[in-house]
């Protein structure tokens, strides 16, 4: 598996895509779970690690990558960081965590985090569900493509790309794709 493999689109509400990790398994369920190093490639802020518990990400996009960029005229919202709240929906250390996500209209979707050792790397699983239509799954296949990557970039102790450059280039690749075209 390559470091940039595509989501897939598995129905007309779910995307799911996946990297292979340097492990141990224990440090790649740090990166999700703690804010400290979750803030390194995806947002910082509060994630209770029981079911029911409190997720709040504090997203700063502009913190990403040594050059913070300008996001796409559909985030410009997100410029100056951006919020989004859940509820733990599962939580089995350290193979699976999934939370609600809030939806700009509508009910929250849900993202799902699986683990499984494989050799001394770990297969991680995203699988996003009840996303609200073909733009949506675009932009969130965009989205976990460039922040896994980004993942993948801190776990190897490399330096990572401007994350709205590749973040457009990445969505733009997608609009092509089957099943997000």
Not at 13 to 23: K, N, Q, S
Not at 137 to 149: C, F, N, Q
Not at 159 to 169: A, D, G, L, V
Request: one cysteine or more; aromatic letters at 8%; charged letters at 30%.
């Amino acid at each position: 598996m390559k470091r940039d493999s595509h989501a897939q689109p598995l129905s007309s509400d779910t995307v799911r895509i996946e990297r292979l990790l340097p492990g141990p398994i224990e440090r790649v369920w740090a990166y999700l779970t703690e804010s400290e190093k979750r803030r390194l490639w995806l947002a910082g802020g509060v994630t209770e690690t029981k079911v029911g518990g409190k997720v709040a990400l504090e997203f700063r996009h502009a913190e990403l990558s040594v050059e913070a960029g300008d996001p796409p005229s559909h985030h410009a919202d997100m410029a100056q960081g951006h919020i989004n709240e859940g509820r733990v929906t599962a939580c089995e250390p350290p193979h699976l965590f999934a939370y609600t996500w809030a939806e700009n209209h509508g009910d929250p979707s849900e993202v799902r985090f699986e683990l499984a050792e494989r050799g001394e790397e770990v297969l991680l699983t995203v699988t996003h569900v009840r996303l609200d239509g073909r733009d949506s799954r675009r932009s969130v296949a965009g989205g976990w493509h460039t922040h896994l990557d980004l993942l993948v970039d801190r776990l190897r102790g490399q330096p990572s790309p401007n994350f709205w450059e590749t973040y457009k280039r990445v969505h733009a690749e997608y609009t092509t794709r089957p099943g997000f075209e």
